[in-house]
């Protein structure tokens, strides 16, 4: 079934994900968490009340005892799950994707994360099989109110009283709920865009990653007299952050910064995905560090945080994660720390950045490949006498540049991302992988 992905359950409502199958899904998904004692959540799209209704109606008729937690962000139900003891979470929800999709991230006991290879794969094939759902034993539905708890979390990591004031783009999405709640009664003042909530996203896709949708708060930031300006996505678990003259800046150079801050004050180990900066490494290590490559996603990485034990990691995409924070992820948690990082060192945000500016980046280019994993063997042979890493795809590193070239999960494609010394190189070395990745053979 293709709705069934590498991190989660997404698809195009009524088409690909219907009540019927949302259902089956709830009433296997006990079997493979482990346990029966599940909460769920939902974003502000307009079929998440009868996908969660649904979703309710298969947990129960397995037995389940569901904790309804009503409208959250996806941060949130990792919230509920570790904090409340639960067995696991469902967060409904399709994060940045366009209105017609919905979907659902699944987490187990310690808001550990259920990815496709992390038994998702077990409830697509219960889910595809012939067996039919019927009420085993009666589950009860039980609301769980967790925001003030939440707040009080999420503000537990504002260690600084000095006062900032920024920009907000909410993107129409989860943040423009549940920010608000945790700035109120704090020094951080704010001016919101798109902060009402519409699961039909008016203004913009949801997806900070994309340059087009930060177009709108870095003229905000431009124009006002703001600390630095912050963009979510929809569900609010991915963070991206502009400076104060209106300048975006990427996720992986802050992964670079925030890390390296943190290594400074004892804190050790910092996840990055395969097409981050080599700052990160570079930056954690000389402060004699640790840091961990990972493959791309937010499963993925959840799992090898815990693994590893490691303080924070941080995705190109956005996506933060703390070991503080039950080794998950959080976009506003993000903020908190940020405020504190630029409350201690004393100087506007474009200045701390510019160290770590180093190098220059293709960005991700996609090209369609029918054969992934021949063409990725093909490169791998072209490029052998660079040191090769299979992380995720593959990445290979020469003295002055590297590459990864990884499969998409959902498409006939291949994402290239390349960082060099020089612009000049990344025009050149992109230029001849994409003569060899997009040439065909027959």
Same mark, same amino acid.
């Not at 940045?96 to 659902?104: L, T």
């Not at 909530?197 to 896709?205: S, Y």
């Not at 177009?215 to 930031?221: A, E, G």
């Not at 991915?238 to 975006?248: H, Q, S, V, Y």
């Given at each position: 079934m293709g709705i069934f992905k590498a991190y989660d359950i997404r698809g195009i409502y009524k088409e690909e994900l219907t009540e019927e199958i949302a259902e089956r899904i709830g009433y296997f998904l006990p079997q493979v968490i482990g346990g029966k004692k599940i909460a769920v959540g939902h974003d502000m799209r307009h079929s998440s009340d009868r996908l969660r209704d649904a979703l309710?109606?298969?947990?129960?008729?397995?037995?389940?005892?569901?904790?309804?937690?009503?409208?959250? %962000?996806?941060?949130?139900?990792?919230?509920?799950?570790?904090?409340?003891?639960?067995?696991?979470?469902?967060?409904?929800?399709?994060?940045?994707?366009?209105?017609?999709?919905?979907? =659902?991230?699944?987490? !187990? !006991?310690?808001?550990?994360? &259920?990815?496709?290879?992390?038994?998702?794969?077990?409830?697509?094939?219960? &889910?595809?099989?012939?067996?039919?759902?019927?009420?085993?034993?009666?589950?009860?539905?039980?609301?769980?109110?967790?925001?003030? #708890?939440?707040?009080?979390?999420?503000? %537990?990591?504002?260690? %600084?009283?000095?006062? =900032?004031?920024?920009?907000? #783009?909410?993107?129409?999405?989860?943040?423009g709920y549940t920010v608000p709640k945790i700035l109120k009664d704090n020094n951080i003042s704010y001016d919101g865009l798109y902060?009402?909530?519409?699961?039909?996203?008016?203004?913009?896709?949801?997806?900070?990653?994309?340059?087009?949708?930060?177009?709108?708060?870095?003229?905000? &930031? /431009? !124009?006002?007299?703001? /600390?630095?300006?912050?963009? =979510?996505?929809?569900?609010? #678990?991915?963070?991206?952050?502009? #400076?104060?003259?209106?300048?975006?800046?990427?996720?992986?150079?802050?992964?670079?910064m925030i890390g390296e801050w943190f290594v400074e004050n004892g804190h050790d180990g910092v996840l990055y995905d395969v097409r981050s900066t080599e700052m990160i490494k570079e930056a954690v290590e000389r402060r004699g560090g640790h840091s961990y490559l990972c493959m791309v996603g937010h499963a993925y990485f959840k799992k090898l945080l815990r693994e590893k034990d490691a303080f924070f990691g941080g995705e190109l995409a956005g996506h933060f994660y703390f070991k503080e924070n039950f080794y998950t992820d959080s976009g506003v948690i993000m903020l908190m720390k940020m405020v504190n990082f630029l409350t201690e060192k004393g100087k506007p945000l474009s200045e701390l950045v510019l160290p770590y500016r180093k190098y220059f980046q293709s960005g991700e280019i996609n090209s369609k490949v029918e054969d992934k994993d021949a063409k990725i063997e093909e490169i791998a042979e072209l490029y052998k006498e660079g040191r090769q890493l299979r992380v995720d795809g593959l990445t290979v590193i020469y003295d002055k540049w590297w590459f990864n070239l990884r499969k998409s999960n959902t498409e006939p494609l291949l994402r290239l991302c390349l960082e060099a010394d020089t612009e000049e190189l990344v025009r050149e070395k992109i230029e001849k992988l994409l003569k060899e990745i997009r040439k065909y053979r027959g």
């Open positions: 309710i109606s298969g947990l129960t008729k397995a037995g389940a005892t569901v904790y309804d937690v009503g409208l959250i %962000s996806t941060p949130m139900i990792n919230f509920a799950v570790a904090n409340y003891n639960l067995d696991g979470g469902v967060q409904i929800t399709a994060s940045h994707n366009a209105a017609k999709y919905n979907g =659902f991230k699944v987490n !187990k !006991k310690l808001a550990q994360p &259920v990815g496709y290879d992390m038994g998702l794969n077990k409830v697509e094939e219960l &889910v595809k099989s012939n067996e039919k759902v019927i009420e085993k034993e009666i589950g009860d539905v039980k609301k769980l109110d967790i925001l003030d #708890d939440y707040i009080a979390l999420v503000k %537990s990591f504002l260690k %600084s009283d000095k006062k =900032f004031h920024i920009a907000i #783009d909410a993107g129409n999405g989860m943040a902060m009402e909530l519409d699961g039909n996203f008016p203004n913009h896709e949801a997806n900070p990653l994309k340059d087009e949708n930060l177009v709108d708060i870095k003229k905000m &930031v /431009d !124009k006002g007299d703001y /600390d630095f300006g912050i963009a =979510f996505d929809g569900d609010a #678990d991915r963070i991206m952050f502009i #400076d104060e003259k209106g300048n975006n800046i990427p996720a992986d150079i802050i992964t670079a």
